[in-house]
């Protein structure tokens, strides 16, 4: 029999590097490494590890603590669900979920009134898909070679922007359409915008390759995991009128965007274009998982109609549909769409200052709490500087800065919390200030 643990208050990084190694299945998004740090406290823009280094979160845990760490009507929500209901029946009704779907109704596009609550992204994702497929009778989908919809084999299937290898065979029907990296396009260099060649071509072969009726298209709003990719003005709508002729069904993956993150409720509100169905997670929960699937009357009518059975074990749980409650509360109390925009003001001049700074920096996009650096060895031929961005990456986390590192080192992800002040904005900025100074 092993030996009974020490208390893990009493454990120090070694000790639980240790029993990681023995234990721990090593698999993660951007590592298979057993290292520190190793979390073990947060409370809004800072999380301190064992050792007690303290760390400004610009990645905001996972995308889940936007809200900041440990939000105290989180932990309250948390709270009350604890002394009445944890979990329920998924085929009975609770209160909670009730009173969440019409909470959500109100902050949602007119007529987008109907929800269903599971559990992560993916999920939200795998049942978008699902009731398109219902709805429309068709089994095929397609999303754009940026795009980032989730891990389970469903979503894994239209996830273009990495992670998609070696996990098949896919079930047939998932094709990658064109994404609209402008900052990368051959098609419109030099044409002074986006003319949709892009768009134009993916849907020729798209229309050629399909079996039959084209269920849908996903996509996010701003193509975040795939390296901070804004969409073209028009892109969006352009994309739903192309749907709309095929009798497919536009879904937006609202996950990284949603919820005020980019400084309007939703990523799609700048486009002006309300999609079929949307969906939510990360901050939705305030860090709790908790994701939702929004749609209309008609399409909810249609698909319980034909028998629609999406779900699992924890949906609809009570105690994480009181956090979504409450986070709906924080964000519409305080104001958020404006704290981003605000935030996202503040943080995009420091990025344009490094930028006319440091020549690495060859391009700054993205909007509110979402924001990020393409980093090239040269502005002229825009080659991506992948090894001096790993260690910029490797330099500014062991100064107590946490970002994301995408396109194989070549992109840094920015979503500092609702709650990073000024002067975490301004220390941040030094941080990657030297770090970019000391590698280049």
């Not at 896919?170 to 990658?176: K, L, T």
Request: aromatic share 8%; net charge negative; with cysteine.
């Amino acid at each position: 029999m092993t030996p009974k643990l020490p208390s893990t208050s009493k454990l120090n990084e070694e000790q639980l590097l240790e029993l990681a190694r023995k234990y721990s299945f090593r698999s993660r998004i951007d590592t298979n490494a057993i290292a520190g740090p190793i979390m073990v406290w947060g409370r809004g823009s800072v999380v301190r590890d064992v050792n007690g280094k303290e760390y400004l979160d610009f990645n905001s845990g996972q995308m889940c603590g936007a809200l900041g760490h440990n939000h105290p009507r989180i932990v309250q929500a948390l709270q009350e669900s604890c002394e009445t209901l944890i979990h329920s029946h998924m085929s009975m009704f609770n209160d909670r979920e009730i009173i969440l779907a019409s909470r959500l109704a109100e902050i949602t596009p007119e007529g987008m009134d109907r929800s269903m609550f599971l559990t992560s992204g993916s999920d939200s994702n795998e049942a978008a898909m699902a009731i398109a497929k219902r709805f429309t009778g068709g089994y095929e989908f397609a999303s754009p070679a940026s795009s980032f919809h989730g891990m389970n084999d469903s979503t894994r299937a239209v996830t273009f922007s990495g992670w998609h290898e070696g996990y098949g065979p896919y079930a047939p029907g998932h094709y990658p359409i064109m994404a609209p990296y402008e900052y990368r396009c051959t098609f419109c260099k030099d044409r002074g915008g986006c003319d949709y060649s892009c768009l134009n071509t993916s849907f020729e072969l798209l229309d050629v390759q399909a079996d039959g009726q084209l269920a849908g298209v996903i996509t996010e709003p701003l193509f975040s995991a795939g390296g901070v990719i804004d969409l073209p003005d028009g892109w969006l709508r352009e994309l739903k009128r192309k749907c709309e002729e095929r009798g497919a069904l536009l879904i937006v993956d609202e996950a990284q965007t949603g919820l005020a993150k980019l400084g309007t409720m939703w990523g799609f509100e700048h486009e002006g274009v309300v999609p079929d169905i949307f969906t939510i997670s990360k901050h939705f929960g305030g860090g709790v998982a908790i994701s939702a699937v929004i749609t209309t009357d008609e399409i909810e009518e249609k698909v319980s109609a034909t028998g629609l059975v999406v779900g699992h074990s924890h949906s609809n749980d009570p105690m994480p549909c009181n956090a979504a409650i409450a986070s709906i509360d924080i964000i519409l109390e305080e104001v958020l769409v404006d704290v981003a925009q605000r935030i996202g003001a503040y943080w995009r001049g420091h990025l344009e200052r490094l930028a006319a700074k440091h020549e690495i920096i060859g391009d700054v996009r993205g909007r509110g709490l979402l924001q990020g650096i393409e980093l090239v060895t040269d502005r002229f031929s825009r080659k991506p500087a992948y090894q001096q961005g790993k260690a910029i990456g490797r330099m500014c986390l062991e100064n107590g800065l946490i970002l994301s590192v995408r396109r194989n080192g070549s992109v840094f992800r920015f979503v500092p919390p609702f709650t990073t002040t000024e002067a975490q904005l301004d220390q941040a900025a030094d941080i990657l200030d030297h770090a970019i100074s000391n590698v280049i």
